[in-house]
Nanobody, 115 residues
């Protein structure tokens, strides 16, 4: 049974930081590409950052220079370090694992940026 468990969301002030974690089980983590997506109310889910099984990364233009995705294959965990947070970063953040045509989603964690 595949599980992706996100954690680390919360309420922070603009300019603050958060680190999201996604712990995976039931998959060969090291062979999966991993991604963080977000969905704000009334908007479509969008890619925030992704990291391949080989460690290559890519980011949405809106978060480049502020967010960093990383993975620890020994812990089966992918992270999203978010700095200089803005109100427009407010969303539910989802973790995704994919390998070939197969993909899995976590349940999401709420991130709210507000003063």
């Amino acid at each position: 049974q595949v599980q992706l468990a996100e954690s680390g969301g919360g309420l922070v002030q603009p300019g603050g930081s958060l680190r999201l974690s996604c712990a995976a089980s039931g998959i060969i983590f090291s062979m999966n590409g991993m991604g963080w997506y977000r969905q704000a109310p009334g908007k479509e889910r969008e890619l925030v950052a992704a990291i391949t099984s080989g460690g290559s990364t890519n980011y949405a233009d809106s978060v480049k220079g502020r967010f960093t995705i990383s993975r620890d294959n020994a812990k089966n965990t992918v992270y999203l370090q978010m700095n200089s947070l803005k109100p427009e970063d407010t969303a539910v953040y989802y973790c995704k694992a994919h390998r070939g045509w197969t993909h899995y989603w976590g349940q999401g964690t709420q991130v709210t940026i507000s003063s």
